[in-house]
């Protein structure tokens, strides 16, 4: 059964003819172009094809064509961006270019459907690495070089396996297993099967491959051209645990509902009830820069706000439209009691129970010692609702809410918080949802 399941994935995992014939013409015509241009640049060694559309790893639903320029190691960084995007944009002048950020700026274009990428990198020897692109030209050697036809259809199932289960994809704004990972797992583990059965059991920290480092992160993924590198440092803790999920539900019970979209359930009322949203909205900058803030910011203050005596069970944060992002807050309850227990030193800590007394006497409904000496101060909260402390932390005392100085210009020049069950761009309602349902996949019991 289960061979059978991973028999009819191979259909939405692998090209067929005429996507590969699509594709190919593209990658042609923009290598050409590409070509063109950089041999105008003194400071260009040479172009080569990278990424999934180099190694045969690519999936139908969506390709990238990257095409990676060479740079001499002495090439000034000034210049190696500005080389880096004229090429990309003389030679994509023809497809509305427009420029992406990594490390360093590239030059994209969408032609037809099929997203091409013209990524600067610098002509060094391996480990010699200036700019984070570096690797990939390596990446793609010593992946050409090593795996199987069998084994390049299995990173393409992992992927559309990653993929459709939400997992797929390094950006910040995703924390997944990124196309790169996939390749090194069935290299290492020789098949898309062999890689479920090995994350179903995989311990915490566990290292796959080996490296003279020891790292520390839930998994452990070394580079293997890179053996001081751990791929798995940039994979969230939720893709981890969700991956082991999956793969243990898949092996125990194959179905290629694994590979299909999954439609949603209407979102819980109740829980929806307890959800508040964090409207605001930002200027213009990269989707790397702007989630790495929002996520930040959704940290901080979902700390601010269990301090406070709120239960959070779970945040998100989203950014959508261009310019706009939510903070995300699922609590246990949007109302606390309005009294609030303190506890102090035990009566043996002289000084410091002295000082606790003299802090909180005046503060205090009632105070006693408990049956361990320690001192209690029942005392009236500041706030028994989450909304209105929210609005006071972020409106009043954003110095103090973490929230990261990148943000706090967007959130004084206005922000909204809404209800969960309030009318939400479909962006944001697909973020609530994923907080607050369960997901079937992950935790069925079989």
């Known amino acids: 059964m289960k061979n059978d ?3 009819k994935s191979k259909q939405i995992a692998i090209p067929n003819n005429v996507q590969r014939k699509k594709v190919d013409k593209i990658a042609n015509q923009v290598f050409s172009l590409v070509n063109k241009e950089a041999k105008k640049q003194k400071a260009v060694v040479s172009v080569h094809f990278g990424g999934s559309y180099a190694k045969e790893t690519w999936t139908p639903e969506k390709i990238d064509i990257d095409i990676f320029v060479k740079f001499k190691k002495t090439t000034s960084e000034k210049n190696f961006e500005k080389v880096g995007k004229k090429i990309g944009f003389d030679s ?24 091409v990428n013209v990524v600067p990198c610098y002509d060094i020897k391996k480990g010699e690495w200036k700019s984070a692109a570096d690797r990939s030209t390596f990446h793609t050697e010593f992946m050409s070089e090593k795996l199987t036809g069998s084994m390049k259809d299995d990173i393409r199932i992992l992927k559309c396996f990653l993929k459709i289960n939400g997992m797929y994809g390094a950006e910040i704004a995703k ?3 990124s196309g790169y990972v996939c390749e090194v797992l069935v290299y290492y583990l020789g098949s898309f099967e062999n890689v479920l059965k090995k994350i179903s ?3 915490n920290n566990e290292m796959i491959g080996e490296s003279p480092r020891k790292f520390e992160s ?53 829980l929806a009830k307890n959800t508040l949203v964090v409207n605001f909205k930002y200027k213009k900058r990269s989707d790397d820069i702007i989630y790495g803030q929002i996520k930040r910011a959704a940290t901080s203050i979902e700390s601010q706000i269990t301090k ?11 950014a959508y439209d261009e310019s706009k992002a939510s903070l995300l807050f699922l609590l246990e309850s949007l109302t606390i009691s309005k009294n609030e227990i303190r506890t102090g030193p035990d009566v043996f800590s002289g000084d410091f129970s002295t000082k606790f007394i003299e802090i909180n006497s005046k503060k205090s409904k009632l105070m006693w010692a408990d049956k361990d000496g320690k001192l209690q101060s029942l005392q009236t909260r500041r706030y028994e609702n989450a909304k209105s402390y ?3 932390l972020i409106k009043n005392h954003i110095g103090e809410s973490g929230i990261p100085k990148g943000l ?28 607050i349902t369960t997901d079937d996949t992950t935790f069925s019991a079989n």
């Open 5 to 7: 399941i991973i028999k």
């Open 92 to 115: 994509l002048k023809k497809f509305k270019p427009y420029v992406r950020y990594s490390e360093h700026p590239f030059v994209e274009a969408d032609i037809d459907g099929v997203g």
């Open 175 to 177: 924390q997944g297993f």
């Open 201 to 203: 059991k995989i311990k």
């Open 218 to 270: 839930p998994i452990v993924i070394i580079d293997p051209i890179d053996r001081n590198r751990n791929l798995g440092a940039a994979i969230s803790i939720q893709n981890v645990t969700n991956f082991i999920l999956i793969a243990r539900n898949f092996l125990k019970k194959s179905s290629l509902s694994y590979f299909k979209e999954k439609s949603k359930d209407k979102i819980p009322v109740e």
């Open 308 to 318: 406070e005596g709120f239960n959070v069970l779970r945040s998100d944060a989203v």
């Open 390 to 392: 929210l609005t006071d």
């Open 408 to 435: 706090r210009t967007d959130f004084k020049n206005g922000f909204k918080i809404a209800n969960g069950k309030d009318k939400q761009n479909k962006s944001v309602k697909k973020s609530i949802s994923k907080m």
